[in-house]
């Protein structure tokens, strides 16, 4: 049953810190070309059949999923001796939006196909932040065991852990989304 997709699984699509600068052109450029070397892009093909959904087919997980995803990442910080992360209403505006756009256009990457991902929304919302990392995840596990099996996947994901571990991140949205059974999670973190 279980269809779970990671960046763990695709060799150098990890989670960073993106610092924001004066030459954000020049770096957005390089990272770009980095990460196009490297795989990081990754696939955009549609998943398992799932391909573009209609706005009305896709439907945000219940509200409980983001408050359970949290108590998750909190124990982890407590227990590495970090402050909780603060849950954000404007970063999770981001984090949902990310979820949503993922679930409705049957893409799974850190950039929708038109090249626009968490940084470009934090921005566009106007949420200050000078790092900013996310972790997504797709997964086919029943809605019981969802919450659960995606964070333990990601602390199992260097990439992922480190973003959740982060000692710099004190912000967080957390986004999930649902289209024909398929979990879709964008958790964006931020300073």
């Given at each position: ?135 997504i995840a797709r997964s086919?596990?029943?809605?019981a065991q969802v919450v ?14 480190a973003n959740v571990l ?26």
């Amino acid at each position: 049953m279980l269809l779970l997709l990671f960046l763990l699984l695709r060799r150098g699509r990890t989670g960073h810190a993106i610092r924001r600068s004066t030459r954000s052109l020049a770096v957005t450029a390089l990272l770009t070309l980095t990460l196009a070397v490297i795989g990081g892009l990754g696939d955009t093909r549609p998943f398992a059949g799932v391909g573009r959904a209609s706005a009305a087919s896709v439907s945000l997980a219940p509200a409980d999923f983001a408050a359970q995803m949290l108590a998750l990442i909190n124990v982890e910080r407590r227990r590495a001796g970090l402050p909780e992360l603060a849950w954000m209403s404007d970063v999770d505006r981001v984090a949902v939006d990310r979820a949503v756009d993922m679930a409705t256009l049957g893409y799974f990457d850190h950039f929708n196909p038109a090249g626009i991902g968490a940084a470009h929304l934090l921005r566009a919302y106007g949420v200050p932040h000078d790092i900013l990392g996310e972790n997504i995840a797709r997964s086919t596990y029943p809605a019981a065991q969802v919450v659960r099996n995606v964070h333990e996947a990601f602390m199992a994901s260097p990439g992922h852990r480190a973003n959740v571990l982060e000692g710099r991140f004190h912000r967080v949205g957390i986004g999930a989304a649902v289209v024909d059974r398929t979990y879709y999670f964008a958790i964006v973190f931020v300073d």
